[in-house]
């Protein structure tokens, strides 16, 4: 999906690209009983960075990102863009969801132009300027199918392509891969690095997988089980760039990088699973 940008180009800013300031979020079930999925939550993404956000299943990493794009409003605490607090949707983010969002009945040129078209776009440019896009994702020459004609990675390859053409300055990811095999998985982390390193977007990048976000970020933060989930540590990775995904999983700073984030983290996971358990 992608959400409008501002404008493209702009120099890089003193302030984060997305801040949340003591940020908690509490949600009422629809039998009154108040639900708190984050407290106290105070995380940063800078000018540039890709940030990966790690933590147990059901710990509220979707709800950081609804936050971020401004599909949510925090019950208490601050959301804001460039030192601006985040006053309804985002419009410097492009949001790619876990599950692709795109329409069955256009093809994959015309899901691609799909944003452009929104803002106004001609369609003779709009379907230009997909086609690159298309290219650049490993695409080219597939324009005319529709998506029930392609495999879950060339889905989610359109699906980057839909969000990256509208040039967002922040782009927030939802666990974009975690349902692609091995193979295309790997494909598809490479091919977002290499598409990261050309311009250097802010990314806010949620996955359940340690071991993917040890490989492609600049900094790992660490959330605690829910309800009340905040940030239990942060980790830079200073494994170098540009990164092999291949080779580095074999380094010996990757396994330090491992070790020492997961031992933040299994705790927290053992709890998530009792809690899931417990409830049936």
Known sequence: MAVDSGPAGA??????????EHVDCTFRTPD???YTALRDLNLQVADGEFVAVVGPTGCGKSTILNLAAGLLTPTSGRVSVHGIPLAGLNRHAGYLFQADPLMPWRTAIRNVALGLEYRGVDRPTAEQRATEW??????AGRGDVYPHQLSGGM?????????LILDPEIVLMDEPFSALDVQTRVLMENELLEIW??????VLFITHDLEEAILLA???VVLAAGPGTHALGEFLIDLPRPRDLAELRTT?????????IWQVMKDEVLKSYAQHKSRG
């Open 155 to 163: 889905r989610k390859r359109v699906s980057l392509a839909q969000t």
């Open 218 to 220: 600049d900094r790992v």
């Open 197 to 202: 390193a050309a311009n250097r977007k802010s």
């Open 11 to 20: 120099a890089p800013r003193s302030q984060p690209a997305i801040a949340f």
């Open 252 to 260: 010996p700073r990757f396994s330090t990088l491992y070790h020492d």
């Open 134 to 139: 298309l290219a650049r994702v490993g695409l």
């Open 32 to 34: 009154g009983i108040a």
